[in-house]
């Protein structure tokens, strides 16, 4: 019975260092400026300037420490692929410290949006292709798909928090040089 469990936690660790982890991309925004709350705010601001409606992106809100949400993004194929056409949903995280904050989005899901005959929902976006897609539990088919969405969802996915990024960065700076202006 030891040797069994022993071969199995062995096993168990051996694969986990084989696992796939999903898409998660950071970056850190410096403003030297700026206090923790300050940042806090400007970055509220900006959710409410970004995005349609904020309230319903923001779900957990931490005042002058963090703010986590959710957000969506079209995902359009080719016509090859058309039953991938959907949207990608993530998780938006801020962290604040005194004169920075983190952006970071992960958990990057594809939500197939017309029905299909079988399930085409391409699920949780991970950050490396393995050589082999049965790691990921694909079969058939879904492996040619799954491979089409890799490759065209993590460039939408670097793309979107690029832009996110710069627009982030260049808010707080318009908001520092309004703060210095005299009035």
Known sequence: MKRFLIFVIISTIGLMG?????LELSAVIS?????????????RNWFVESFKDSKSVIEDDN????????GTMPFN????????????????????????LKLTLRNFNHVAGPAALY???????????????????LKGQ????????????????????????????????NRTMQAEEDW
């Open 77 to 100: 194929a080719n016509v090859f692929y058309s039953s991938l056409n959907g949207f990608i949903e993530f998780l938006i995280d801020v962290r604040f410290k005194d004169g920075r």
């Open 142 to 173: 879904r492996k040619i798909s799954y491979r089409y969405y890799f490759n065209h969802a993590t460039k939408l996915c670097e793309e979107t928090f690029d832009k996110m990024v710069e627009s982030l960065a260049d808010f707080l700076d």
């Open 63 to 70: 005042p002058g420490k963090q703010i986590t949400g959710k």
């Open 18 to 22: 084989y696992a796939q982890k999903p």
């Open 31 to 43: 403003n030297d400026s700026l206090d923790a709350n300050a940042l806090y705010e400007a970055t």
């Open 119 to 137: 399930n085409n929902n391409m699920g949780i976006l991970v950050d490396e292709l393995p050589k082999n897609l049965s790691e990921l539990g």
